[in-house]
């Protein structure tokens, strides 16, 4: 009876005690969140119940690697099933070894003993994937380590305490239980005291490792069991091209953006505790990829360790229970590899890799180096600067392929954006192209600094036909919002002219604004100067309802994106926003344009980011090349939603790459593995990169680079 007893009370002890740790975990990281900034308006609820479902229990950007999805499938249900089993055998050791009476015990038993066989192989093959296979996205050393051993033990705890307690109450062999059968027969030699005896070695040691697994949980990577759900409810309702609107006439802000930790929201805070640090965004990423400072992994875990390091200064509480876990005080930084910034590129040499494309070690290994605690105080430390470099702030194309990958709906991209705005709109500082790409945005409205009444000179350039502006032609159903690209830009110019003629044979009534156009702001806005964009944003509705717009067609996705998706809430209402692909795919299916004339070609179609992963238009493009006779499309390997950016994004367009190697080169090659000859675009900015990128590869003799409007001009006119 008195170890009955001692029994019950050192359970409770223990099971308290861990508890209790465990809320303290969790509390203190809460309370870190809450020195953010209040969250944006609440997330409708439908919406977000969906994606959650999808992405929680759907799996389903788990499963865009499919080895590694299947693996997490099986963890995740698995661990799920086993709860209930957990539950059975903790019953079961409270209660002198009698089961909980549930209906069905047999297959229960059965259910219990086959999935922990599954768990334990999927841990197993975790491991093969991280040490074996030696994945480059995935971290190796002793932590990751932890957790696979704490599964493990679990498992095996939970089939040795069944087959023990089988030989305990003298159970024979039953093919309803399997493994506790084969366990049973092992110990066939114990006395049933000897076997009670080892189930409660079994029994303890499984409920001290699942007790060491709960006060884990919060204090590790895998504190995204919890916040991963809340982060995917709480995650984003609004498209994802749409940047998030900097109330400018704040008297009270001290600074716009983002300069230290406390500046960003919750919700983005959120974003910090639920990385499970899987590598997959970095592994996209086209800076990681080419040899870049930035990591779009590194940048969530370092925003992680700064707040837990600041947030533990500011509160007085250790963001590690037990105290004795870990030092407290000192603080990470980047100082101790500031002077190897540039190392992240130029130390890749892209001749010993092979026929490797892109490689992102070096990028690894620089943030491996140069992330360490030093001895100044988590206070001393800056977000820019100290945290996160302005090679790396800089170096982000805004293809938001990381966040298309990443399974817990972190959001990488604006927080960026963010920093970049503190850095321009409140210190003022900017790369130099940049500066003066937005100083000539500002004084000529556009990035070369052309005479802003040069930007209807392309118009003279299509031989006899005519391109109305809003004044000559005021019945206008559709403004062709050219851009800054199509207008002054001499290849693209090229794209602006196909289109015309184009909507010229299809009988579409249009009108361009002239030299009354603007710069639409994505460049300035990407950039982070959020003022030059509002005043852009708002100089443009202004003209858009001066002549009754309804309709707006243009053949920049970085112009699609922002009229269609940001200029709404600065007031652009009841305006249908297009690409002109999807306008043309529209006017192919209408009959309005007949391709007659065979194209020859084998063309490869390159996705652009803007058009694509930021606004869904992958099929528009596909169409109208398969709607041409005579043409043969072929697909890149990194195709559609996982589609590499071309590098021109997020305002690099105007900025020169300095490290590692060239994006717009790396697209190339995947292209060119492809044997095309014919790169198909859809967008000014990708057309450029890419053949620029056949040019290097001194492959333009042999591969052009064209519009998908330039093709489809010549299955309609003729080659001419």
């Known amino acids: 009876m008195l170890l009955s007893w001692l029994h019950y009370a050192l359970f409770l002890l223990v099971t308290g005690y861990a508890l ?7 509390n203190r990281r809460y309370a870190y969140i809450k020195l953010g900034k209040t969250a944006r308006k609440p997330p409708d609820w439908r919406v977000r119940a969906g994606e959650l479902l999808t992405q929680a229990l759907g799996h389903t950007k788990l499963l865009k ?18 709860q209930f089993g957990a539950l059975d055998l903790i019953y079961t050791g409270l209660s002198g070894g009698e089961p909980l009476p549930i209906p069905g015990r ?12 599954l768990v334990l192989a999927a841990a197993g093959y975790a491991a093969y994937r991280r040490y074996g296979e030696r994945l480059d996205r995935l971290k190796r050393g002793w932590k990751p380590a932890i957790v696979l051993l704490l599964i493990g033990a679990l498992m095996l705890t939970v089939l040795l305490s069944l087959g023990f307690h089988r030989v305990w109450e003298g159970l024979g062999t039953s093919a309803y239980a399997p493994v506790s059968s084969l366990v049973a027969g092992a110990a066939a030699g114990l006395t049933p005291n000897a076997a009670q005896a080892a189930f409660f070695v079994c029994w303890w040691a499984h409920l001290v490792v699942l007790l060491t697994f709960l006060d884990y949980v919060p204090q590790s990577k895998h504190f995204h069991l919890i916040t991963a759900p809340i982060n995917l409810f709480l995650g984003r309702a609004e498209p994802v091209g749409k940047l998030s609107k900097l109330d400018l006439e704040d008297e009270t802000a001290e600074s716009f953006g983002v300069g230290k930790i406390e500046d960003f929201r919750r919700d983005q805070m959120l974003d910090f505790y639920a990385c499970v640090e899987c590598g997959r965004c ?22 992680r360790d700064h707040l837990s390091e600041k947030g533990a200064a500011i509160t007085s509480k250790s963001p590690w229970v037990p105290a004795f876990a870990s030092s407290f005080g000192s603080a990470h930084s980047m100082s101790a590899g500031a002077d190897s910034a540039s190392r992240a590129g130029p130390d890749w040499n892209m001749e010993a890799d092979g026929d490797a494309v892109t490689d992102i070690r070096p990028t690894l290994a620089w943030q491996r180096e140069s ?23 800089w170096a982000c194309t805004t293809c938001r392929n990381c966040e298309d990958q990443c399974p817990v709906g972190n959001e990488h991209v604006d927080k960026i954006v963010d920093l970049r705005r503190y850095l321009v709109l409140t210190e003022g500082s900017a790369p130099h192209e940049a500066q003066r790409a937005m100083q000539n ?14 930007r209807a000179r392309w118009t003279g350039e299509i031989g006899g036909i005519a391109v109305p502006t ?21 290849r693209s110019r090229k794209i602006s002219r196909a289109f015309v003629r184009l909507l010229h044979e299809a009988g579409v009534n249009f009108a361009i604004l002239g030299n009354e156009e603007k710069n639409s702001g994505d460049t300035p806005r990407r950039m982070g100067n959020e003022l030059l964009f509002q005043q852009l944003c708002a100089d443009n509705i202004e003209t858009f309802r001066k002549y009754g717009v309804r309709r707006i067609v243009t053949a920049c996705p970085h112009t699609f994106n922002t009229l269609k998706n940001e200029y709404p809430e600065f007031g652009l209402e009841g305006v249908e926003v297009l690409h002109h692909t999807q306008l043309l795919d529209r006017l192919l299916q209408e009959g309005r344009l007949i391709p007659s004339h065979p194209v020859k070609e084998r063309v490869v179609y390159h996705d652009s980011c803007y058009l694509g992963r930021y606004n869904g238009a992958y099929d528009q493009p596909r169409n109208i090349l398969r709607a041409i006779e005579g043409l043969e499309l072929v697909e890149m390997e990194r195709a559609r939603e996982n589609a590499m950016c071309c590098g021109a994004g997020g305002g690099m367009m105007w900025m020169e790459e300095s490290a590692g190697k060239r994006v717009n080169v790396a697209r190339t090659e995947q292209a060119l593995k492809t ?37 489809l001009e010549l299955a309609v006119f003729g080659a001419p």
């Open 371 to 393: 992330w360490a605690g030093s001895n100044r105080k988590p206070e001393e430390v800056s977000l820019i600067g100290d945290v996160m470099t302005e090679p790396e702030i």
């Open 675 to 711: 044997r095309p000859t014919m790169i198909g675009s859809a967008c000014p900015y990708c057309l450029t990169m890419l053949e620029d990128g056949t040019k290097q590869k001194e492959a333009d003799d042999r591969v052009k680079a064209r519009d998908v409007a330039e093709i």
């Open 106 to 117: 047999r297959a229960f038993g059965l259910t219990q003993e086959i999935v922990a066989l």
């Open 441 to 454: 945005i500002e004084r000529q409205g556009n990035p070369w600094g052309i005479s802003r009444n040069d």
């Open 282 to 303: 970095t592994n996209v990423c086209p800076a990681s990829g080419t040899g870049k400072a930035l990591s779009p992994m590194h940048l969530i875990t370092k925003l």
């Open 65 to 82: 690697d499919r080895r590694s999805g299947a693996m997490h499938l099986v963890v995740f249900y698995g661990f799920i099933v086993l």
């Open 20 to 26: 209790s740790l465990f809320y303290q975990a969790v």
């Open 470 to 490: 809003v004044k000559e032609n005021p019945g206008f159903d559709t403004l062709f919002f050219v851009g800054s690209m199509g207008a002054y830009d001499n």
